[in-house]
């Protein structure tokens, strides 16, 4: 029968009740896990089983136990973990006071509130946390930090496992650090690691800042403040101060006996200096003295000004000023430099109390002079007189024989690497006091080299060899250049070559321009004619190919076929130019009046081209032949060129032309760029000639019109009469017929 809502709402708030049940079988569990559930194991209490074990307990008194049967409020059998929050922790509450043990920030902390933390061992009280922070180890009233209190002799045992190494400990006599085993004893200072400030080592050798005291007594300390401190008592009045004396068991049989001292002296109302004394032949004599001022005095005890003054016992000495940095030899009786003297300018060397040179303070070596505006590590500066001019020696020492060196300049970098260097080396011939050639070398290191290899030379005789080492044209000088140039950039692998001041069959000095195994193959210098630059070349003979004459004048001749070859760049148009010719021109500007643009268009200002036709440069005058039918036959086209001018063009086409008139028609053979006859030819049409050409066929078309025109007019004549005659005629007839 089916229910209301009403009913079923009814049905489900009804207890639910069931058997007491048992942690195998729990009153209540679950249809895949029967012995998991709750259950009631006894009167008034209720328990939670997992597995068919009864793992939670709550008892009729309220108490809760977990793993076990409840004996206090909670009862745990096994451990207890508390998490879920920042600081997870247990309070234990008394109803008026509350302690934690909990989780802070990853530290377990156990905290007592306002009241003090105490330690017990049954019934007894052992150590005890005050609300101070104070900890009473042995006391309930700790009056510092950490006290340890024993009714005898309290102690604080030190060891490692069950071993005592070494203890503290205070009786109402004496406090003692105690060492146990024989055990060295160290006192430690640590400031992120550890610094042992005093050391004593099993033979009761005391080290102050180091484990291994040499003596019974030693002080190291690597700081600014290391030092023994030694008091004496009211030094002013008595007019003297502490001394440490330096004593020596004499084994002689003389006792102890002094060998040294250092001795704090007394000078006047808080200033004190110190004295540093040795003994010799048993007597104990000052040989330094610090003044208060910070002076040193070796060899003197009293006169002397600078910071260190060492002297022979008189007025000469060597005086030291550090804060100047100045060191010199001076001779306070005299007041009298001595040979060297050292300053914040530099160091300053004399002569005769005259400076001679020094480094100054930026490390520059001054020879001659004491300043430079110049930042070359090295200034040598004459005298004011006409003969003192500034050397710089480098002697070699003994004489050397022919291609040994005289003296070396090295340009290095740390380790010795060599980038560079400039060597003097005999250049053979007679070597002594009225003869020594030498000759200069000039050499670098290349790119992945270890070494400098020459590249340049100056002879002996003044010759200038650059890339050349043995070129021999010259006997009084001049300038050779040879290089190296790789083949595929249209010279030769052999070299260049380039020498000035030699004459050629008559000419003034040039500079020759060649391969250096012929040294022949072109030369610029100058003409006769002063003032003109002529450029030869050799061609199986030698020959001026080239002048630039005083007056600015171009010259040029060839013995090839072509004479002149332009080449550009740029494009094909009338923006770009292979020439242009200015007249009225002053310096680079001028007015342009004719030019050769690179499209092939030629342009002048007054639109004249002619040539050279006075009859005195002719012969063999005649009328021409009839040009008429060779212009009625060649056929005009419309065209364009595949590169270059690529616009449609009108005219003729070479072997068209050649079919009708070949004296119209030229053949330029074609040519590499190193002017080389390729087989090839390329044909051209002479529209100069064919403009003449033109103009006689215009002048036979002239003569054929005005013939016509004559044959018109008497055509036109014998027509008028028969038009009179007929009008005559009908005027008869008009008259008969009316008659």
Known sequence: MSQTKAQLIDNLVQPITGAAGSASAPTFSFTADPNTGIYSPGADQIAVATNGTGRLFVDASGRVGIGTTPGRTLDVNGSIRTGGSANPFLALNDGSNESYLEVNSGNTRLTAGANNLTFFTGVNERMRITSAGLVGIGTSSPGDLVTI??????????????TQRGEFRATSAITSLVSYNSSPLSFIINDGTDKTAIYIDSSQRVGIGTTSPAGPCEIYYGGNDSGLYITSEDGV??????NIFFRTELTDGGGVGTSGRIRSVYESSNNFGMSFHTTSAGSNSERLRITSAGNVGIGTTSGFVAPLHVSNGGAAGLEF????YEIQAYNRSTSAYGLARYNAAGHQFAVSASEAARIDASGRLLVGTSSSSQSAKLTVQGNANDNDEAFLDLNRGTDPATNQNLAVIRFTQVGSREGARISALRDGGVWGAASCPARLVF?????????????ARINSDGMFQIGA???AKSSSGGLAVSSTIGTGQGVGNSGSLAYFNETNSGNAAGLWIGAYTDQTTGVIGSTTATGNIAFQTYYGFWGERMRIRNDGRLLQIATGTDSHYTFTTAGASTSNAFYVGHHSASGYSGTASYIV?????VVNTNNSYGSLSDAKLKENIVDANSQWDDLKALQVRNYNFKEGQTHTQIGLVAQEVELVSPGLVSESPDRDEEGNDLGTVTKGVNYSVLYMKAVKALQEAMERIETLEGMVAVNNITIDEQQHQLSTLAARLTALESA
């Open 237 to 242: 009045s008595w007019g003297y101060s502490p």
């Open 443 to 455: 050499s670098t290191t290349a790119n992945g080299a270890s070494a400098p290899t020459e590249r």
């Open 469 to 471: 080492t043995n070129f």
């Open 149 to 162: 209190s024993d009714s005898t002799t309290p102690k604080l045992g030190l060891r490692t496992g069950t």
């Open 321 to 324: 000023y550090p804060a100047t």
């Open 597 to 601: 643009y690179t499209n092939g268009n």
